[in-house]
């Protein structure tokens, strides 16, 4: 069965950076593109980028541009979202998701259980 | 970027009513890449439904959805205890959004 197990919690200072993982089992990794998606408290969900794990190819959302690396590790089967110069506003539940297939462009069918990062001074 | 707006904010229900909840896009949403999800206090999003109308595997029948261009609809048809949480669509045909959400509680 599809599993995605992220890293744990993870409490940053403002203008640190901070790297979470998502390791994918019960499918071939390399098959599919991972999403990355943020909840801070009470809010919306909101897409921050994506990435081919076959090719390597990323998108990421216009609001993170320059702010968010997405990167894999084809023999570990993990995926990884680097957010840097953090702020208070970060604070969120970050969650890794698949999608079915690996366009980028599709709904997720599998998500990690969310890493809480909390941003404070 | 396509905006979504969903209503209402918040509904209050009884086990066994039916209920339809709304999400409406800004501009028309290419090929009905529209998606619904579930999510629960302390849980991640759950897909219900893809495609604006195709159920995800394992979901009850109870779950349906409908609508293109810019109006979609999700309707529960018989509310079960389970059911209550709230619910998100997402566009995924660009730039991918979700919709404020719909809390579903129980009354």
């Known amino acids: 069965q599809v599993q995605l197990v992220q890293s744990g919690t993870e409490v940053k200072k403002p203008g640190a950076s901070v790297k979470v993982s998502c390791k994918a089992s019960g499918y071939t990794f390399t098959s599919n593109t991972m999403h990355w998606v943020r909840q801070a408290p009470g809010q919306r969900l909101e897409w921050m980028g994506w990435?081919?794990?076959?090719?390597?190819?990323?998108k990421y959302s216009q609001k993170f541009q320059g702010r968010v690396t997405i990167t894999r590790d084809t023999s570990a089967s993990t995926a990884y979202m680097e957010l840097s110069s953090l702020r208070s506003e970060d604070t969120a539940v970050y969650y890794c998701a698949r999608e079915p297939g690996s366009s980028g462009w599709n709904y997720c069918d599998y998500w990690g259980q969310g890493t809480l990062v909390t941003v404070s001074s | 970027e396509i905006v979504l707006t969903q209503s209402p904010g918040t509904v209050s229900l009884s086990p066994g009513e039916r209920v339809t909840l709304s999400c409406r896009a800004s501009q028309s949403v290419s090929s009905s890449y529209l998606a619904w999800y579930q999510q629960k206090p302390g849980q991640a999003p759950r897909l219900l439904i893809y495609g604006a109308s195709s159920r995800a595997t394992g979901i009850p029948d109870r779950f349906s959805g409908s609508g293109s261009g810019t109006d979609f609809t999700l309707t529960i048809s018989r509310l079960e205890p389970e059911d209550f949480a709230v619910y998100y669509c997402q566009q995924y045909g660009s730039s991918p959004v979700f919709g404020g959400g719909t809390k579903v509680e129980i009354k």
């Open positions: 990435i081919n794990a076959g090719n390597d190819n990323t």
